[in-house]
């Protein structure tokens, strides 16, 4: 698994340990807003779309006005506002489909050009909850590289690099992108082990691996795990080497703690996490 196609998978891995904090939530989190009823707000002029409840969701009608407007302003705090509001209503899975419809991705997409850094976080924003479309996935993809660039040049923490963090989270979630990241794995060792509490996790996060945790999140934190082992390495030997810094979700992994939560799941009451347990007990 070597050249560009091994790389891609490096730099998958790396992108799901950046994230795995954030998806970790996303699941534990507890109902997503999509579960709760929520009513449909009357129609409004369009600036008036952007004050509201955070649980307001937009009909079609509302959300093409909300992006004609974000594409014919350019007063940088309207198009902050629009982008919130459109990021929110993006989180439901019928508007992710809707958003896309009306040729809104590419609007929303244009924005992480902006000057104003706010304004390409909340671009950013929106296209994360977009990308958990697959289908929105083929049409986000073309910004894969502004936004590499974006995170990798910009200051080291900030709001802009987080949130592209997030979204080249989503993005390689499958390897249908990966491998458009395989020209930066230094940088996002550079991030990933470099950056501060928000791009690091703290030792909680093995409580995950415990027995009494829902299977959902067990069987993806054991898939995290098995993911970032074969994505090291490349015909036995790893791909890199770094020097896992003490915090690091790496060094959590790769910690003997880590490796006996593991072992201990052998024995869980599902078969599925066994088997997964199974396969991944040779590596640690």
């Known amino acids: 698994m070597g050249g560009p196609r091994g790389a891609g998978w490096v730099a998958a891995g790396l992108l799901l340990g950046a994230g795995a904090c954030y998806c970790i939530y996303r699941l534990t989190g ?12 009357p ?10 409840s955070y649980d307001d969701v937009l009909n079609a009608e509302q959300l093409q006005k909300l992006l004609y407007l974000l594409e014919s302003t350019e007063d940088p705090v309207i198009i902050e506002r629009a982008l919130i509001t459109l990021g929110n209503n993006a989180a439901f899975s019928v508007n992710q489909a809707i958003i896309r419809e009306l040729g809104g991705i590419p609007i929303v997409g244009n924005k992480i050009n902006h000057s104003n850094q706010s304004v390409k976080e909340k671009a950013l924003n929106a296209l994360n909850n977009l990308s958990v479309n697959v289908e929105n996935q083929i049409k986000i993809k073309i910004y894969i590289n502004q936004v590499c660039e974006d995170v990798f040049s910009g200051p080291l923490n900030s709001a802009v690099q987080l949130a592209g963090l ?24 550079q991030v990933l082990l470099t950056g501060n509490g928000n791009t690091k996790v703290d030792s909680s996060f093995l409580s995950l691996y415990d027995s ?10 054991l898939t995290l795990f098995q993911n970032i082992n074969n994505c090291l390495k490349i015909e036995g030997h790893l791909a890199v080497q770094p020097t896992f810094t003490e915090g690091s ?11 006996q939560k593991i072992r201990a799941l052998v024995d869980h009451h599902d078969a599925e996490v066994k088997e997964k347990v199974v396969t991944i007990i040779p590596k640690v």
Request: glycine share 8%; hydrophobic share 40%.
């Open 30 to 41: 507890g109902r997503r807003r999509g579960d709760r009823e929520l009513g449909i707000r």
């Open 43 to 52: 129609s409004k002029p369009a600036e008036d779309l952007t004050v509201g």
């Open 166 to 189: 997030r979204l080249l989270t989503n993005m390689t979630v499958t390897n249908d992108h990966q491998h458009m990241l395989h020209s930066y794995i230094t940088d996002l060792f």
């Open 212 to 221: 009494h945790v829902a299977k959902e999140i067990l069987l993806r934190v």
């Open 249 to 259: 979700l790496f060094f959590l992994l790769h910690g003997e703690e880590c490796a």
